[in-house]
């Protein structure tokens, strides 16, 4: 039988800066809210974007990371699991909910392109680089310098 696989990747921005608090223990927790957009077709034949909204748990050091480094507006890349809770309320209703443990927080852009992004009109926004893997860059050949 095959195992089973909870891993979750996600791509996006923050829709408001990470809420830092710590667990009775003293360790860290930081909760984050993040927007991703996909392009789906309309009912009318036209393409649209389509804003999915997560809730985000990042524990430990990086949760520190995050709140001091991160804010609304900025673009992350989260790799983590889905986490499924139910609780009740005071007046007895049931309630439940899904979020992402992160396992890894990834900072795909500056504070300054934050700030530059923010500012522009949507229609306006750059469209950010891939990033580039170690070694790349001066002094490394083009592909068409490569002898095979």
């Not at 926004?125 to 490569?146: F, H, L, R």
Request: proline share 7%; aromatic share 6%; hydrophobic share 35%.
């Amino acid at each position: 039988m095959p195992a089973d696989l909870n891993r979750v990747t996600l791509v996006g921005r923050l829709t408001r800066d990470p809420e830092l608090r710590r667990l009775p223990s003293g360790d860290p927790v930081c909760g984050m809210r993040l927007a991703v957009s996909s392009r789906s077709r309309q009912e009318d034949g036209s393409w649209g974007d389509r804003s999915n909204y997560f809730d985000v748990t990042v524990f430990g050091r990086q949760a520190d990371t995050v709140a001091q480094y991160l804010a609304k507006g900025r673009r992350i890349g989260v790799d983590g699991r889905l986490s499924w809770r139910e609780w009740q309320t005071q007046d007895g209703g049931k309630r439940q909910s899904v979020e992402v443990i992160a396992n890894d927080v990834f900072f795909l852009d500056s504070r300054r392109d934050t700030e530059s992004d923010l500012s522009a009109p949507a229609a306006e926004m750059p469209v950010a680089e891939a990033p580039q893997p170690v070694g790349a860059g001066a002094g490394t050949p083009a592909d068409d310098d490569v002898p095979f």
